[in-house]
């Protein structure tokens, strides 16, 4: 069974930092893409970033580019995202899951999803 735990969400201010992981269980992901999306509130889930297997060419979406970092520990099937200079736009639930391209779009790449994280991007 695949289980997927983020963890490192919180409050912050704009501005700030906050660094997320996702724990992977149930299966090795070091040969998948991993990436993590967002779900803010009254909108649609969205794509944020993603790492293929090697942790080489990273990809993100426009608005988080050069603020965050996506890196991943294969020998502890963990996935990461760095967020700097956060912004209230950044408020939503961050999810990690499997990863897959098709064109310029990234879909979730597993039927499964964890809990996901909270981050609240105060004004």
Known sequence: QVQLVESGGGLVQAGGSLRLSCAASGRTFSSSTMAWFRRAPGKDREFVAASPWSGDMPYYTD???GRFTISRDNAKNTVYLQMNSLKPEDTAVYYCNAAV????????????WGQGTQVTVSS
């Open 63 to 65: 608005s988080v580019k």
């Open 101 to 112: 391209r098709y064109g310029s779009t990234w879909y979730p790449g597993g039927d499964y």
